[in-house]
């Protein structure tokens, strides 16, 4: 064996060389001519590392061996025991060098197509190492892996390690298997065979019984066959590995001194893969030149060989127990041969002895053949094995030289392929055809659809638009209408906003007159006020001036009550003095009269005080008395019915004047005085007894009792029927003033108008005279106080009889009488009337309420004028009469 190295030393890099290939190859390629000649052609002279990149381009392509290292890990024993001692190689992976120690100093280094260290992953090294093999087995090449390497340095890993429990172990056979598979169509076929060569004999692992099978050259294609062994189809993954592990179990392994689980046999797996490349199979043909045209009916057979040489180890070395020599030659002759055949194909060598050895009879494609091939060796680190793994080296480096002849398997049967491609071709120009006819069809299908739907969307579009038109007419009818109906809204409300522009402008009109009218009424405000004022100057100086009147007055009023007394007292003394000057001339002429009588009758008349009896004389009381005491009671009363009319006078005479004494009143009544003096009331018709009589019963009168014993006498009517009878003032005052005494006893109150009383006082103010119309006035008071008296204690509730009777009129006319005792007696008549509520209304028609008014204001007794003011306040009816007069009772 020679080698071409050239070497350099002293720590140069030792670059191989590539051989300067001979002009032939050895026989039993199986090649055209034409189409070898070609390759050779294409190969010559080519580096090794640019024919790798060409292996690719063509069926029939040269491809140089491509050698991968890979360095097993140190195991436990190296560890231990060349822990002290360095590897004997170094790998610079990157470069894809490798270093071999010579010594300490010195190292050769090696180029290889790959450096795979020892920690280069199983995947790695199938990618790098088996997969463009198993790549262009798949395209119909033959493709051979290769492990080379001495024993125990990771052949067996690299190549058919199952990994069950690892499943990145997995080795090269599964990986390729797995590959095959991924790419393996249904009508693909995949079938397996696997041997051992173990001391020149082939048997089937997986069949062992087939022992010492024989190879088989065609002499005719060169192919190789080993009949009777099993070729066993595998559909899948799963059955293979089964497969592989029956082989693995079949494996005949001896154990070798080096390592126990080293193998001395040659294990081989052969895949036929045939792959029908279809009409659509461009899976496999589209590196191909028939797949770039037409396709044609092709099988495609592929054979993909993984071989787990035998140990490397020199035979001297391996030389153990149980193993003849001869074995061990035997077990390494088809390794020396597989050498030898590298090294005449690494040299061109004419001569190529493949028939030396069973190994390279069956490899005879794999090496310097048809097939694309890829070596991986195996080398340990320890030094020990430095011969070894440089030989190994060497071995792998000389591989390296050794250039392939690629041959595409392929079969073609052109006949067929003629009458199909025939066949084909009509068919073709039938589906053209029908193709054409179908697409024109379908264009004219196209465009009459398209017309439909072109129509069908017009239409449509038309609907639509009209219907768009009419809604939007609709629309716009409603907006019409709606801004119409707006429209009169807005016209009414604009109306309705004039409206009250207009009214608004009547409104302010009236109002303009209301302020002219105002500012009128204003003015005549003012001249009123000026008025007023000017009026209540006037009034000042008025009132000044009544005051002034009515001061005079009062002290006229004065003057005249004076003056009055005086006459009074000057009739009485007139009287005293008549009746002394008759009862003297009495005397005179009868003799036996009795004097003392006569005497005592002036005293007897005065306090009743008859202004009118012309005789009363100026003779004390004590005469009158006396004859009272001397004459006796009871004899001056028979003399009321003496036959002289004179007589009967003046015993009425003295009768009165002793009734005008309280003390004799009693007595007058207990003898009987009081019926004689109503008697000569009815009895006599002399006027002058009636007013002496009348004189009398006023003066008894006075006593309440006595008041009651005149009433039951029918007192009432006999002195109603004298005023009625009477012309005499007099008379007539003293009927008055009888009855007035008797108005005021509470208890008689309605008898007495029974009987006429309250018409007979009215009656009597016909006569004009003021001492008359005083008494009626007090007759009328004390009524009128006994009425408010009885109606305060809820005895009286009805009208007051004075007014029933009619005595209002007379009452409200002579309210302001300037005669002041029958005015004060008025006064506190209507005071007595209006405070009993009843009364109010016919007081204010009959006009009393203005003279109460008056008297609340004017009344110069001031008791009458707040009784007055008290009374006009009390009564609401008067109230209610005065604020609607707009008066203030104060
Ligand atoms: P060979 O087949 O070359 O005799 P093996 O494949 O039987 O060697 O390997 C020998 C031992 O080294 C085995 O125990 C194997 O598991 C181990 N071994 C080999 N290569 C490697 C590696 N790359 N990584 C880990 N262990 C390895
Ligand atoms: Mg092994």
Known sequence: MSTNYSYKNGGGVKTKSVSSSSSSYSSGYKSKPAVTSNLRRNSTGSSANSAAGAHKDAPGVSGRVRVAVRLRPKNSEELSTDADFADCVELQPELKRLKLRKNNWDSDTFEFDEVLTEFASQKRVYEVVAKPVVESVLEGYNGTVMAYGQTGTGKTYTLGKLGDEDTSAR???????????????????????????YMETI?????????NLSIVEDPKSGDITLPGTSLIEVKDQQSFVELLRLGEAHRFATNT????????????????????????????????????????PV????????????????????????????????????????????NALAENSSHVPVRDSKLTRLLRDSFGGTARTSLVITIGPSPRHRGETSSTIMFGQRAMKVENMLKIKEEFDYKSLARKLDVQVESLIAQHER??????????????????????????????????????????????????????????KEESLNKPNEELNEVKKLLQNEIRLRKTAEEEVKNLQNQVAQWKRSEVAGNAEILKLRKMLEDEVHQREKLEEEISVLQNQLLQLSFDANETRKLLESGDRSVDMTGDMGSLISPVRQPQMRYSGEQEKGSVATLFEQVGLQKILSLLEAEDP??????????????????????????????SLLDLLSSSDDENIHRVAAGAIANLAMNEANQELIMSQGGISLLAMTAQNADDPQTLRMVAGAIANLCGNDKLQLVLRAEGGIKALLSMVRCKHPDV????????????????????????????????????????KNASNEASP???????????????????????????????????????????????????????????????????SG
Not at 175 to 188: G, K, L, S
Not at 798 to 809: H, N, Q, V, W
Not at 873 to 883: A, M, T
Request: include cysteine; proline fraction near 1%.
């Open 646 to 675: 004179d007589v009967r006078i003046h015993a009425v005479k003295v009768i009165a004047n002793l009734a005008a004494e309280a003390n004799n009143q009693e007595k007058i009544v207990e003898a009987g005085g009081l019926a």
């Open 773 to 812: 119309l005083a008494q009626v006035a007090r007759g009328i008071a004390n009524f009128a106080k006994c009425e408010s008296r009885a109606s305060t204690q809820g005895i009286k509730s009805g009208k007051s009889l004075l007014i029933e009777d009619g005595a209002l009129a007379w009452i409200v």
């Open 203 to 211: 048997q089937d692992l997986l069949e062992p019984a087939n022992d």
């Open 435 to 492: 193709q054409q006819k179908a697409y024109q069809d379908e264009i004219e299908k196209i465009s009459l659809e398209a017309k439909k739907q072109i129509s069908q969307a017009e239409k449509s579009f038309a609907d639509s638009l009209e219907k768009e038109r009419l809604k939007y007419q609709r629309d716009c009818m409603e907006s019409i209408k709606k801004l119409e109906a707006q429209l009169a809204v807005n016209e009414l």
């Open 822 to 888: 029958i005015r004060r007696h008025i006064e506190l008549a209507l005071c007595h009337l209006a405070q009993h509520e009843v009364n109010a209304k016919d007081m204010i028609s009959g006009g009393a309420l203005w003279e109460l008014v008056r008297i609340s204001r004017d009344c110069s007794r001031e008791d009458i004028r707040i009784l007055a003011r008290r009374t006009l306040s009390s009564s609401p009816s008067f109230q209610v009469e005065l604020k609607r007069l707009r008066l203030n």
């Open 257 to 296: 001194k080096l390592n126990t689980e080293s193998s001395r046999s040659h294990a081989i797996l052969m895949v036929h893969v045939k792959k029908s490349v279809g009409v659509s199979g461009d899976n496999v043909g589209s590196k191909s030149h028939m797949n770039r045209t037409m396709k044609p």
């Open 171 to 197: 080795g090269i056979m599964v990986r390729a298997m797995e590959d095959i598979f991924a790419e393996a169509t249904e009508t693909d076929s995949i079938s397996v065979s696997y041997i051992q060569l």
């Open 299 to 342: 099988v495609r057979k592929g054979k993909l060989i993984v071989v787990d040489l035998a140990g490397s180890e020199r035979i001297d070395k391996s030389g153990s127990e149980g193993h003849t020599l001869e074995e061990a030659k035997s077990i390494n002759l088809s390794l020396s041969a597989l050498g030898k055949c590298i």
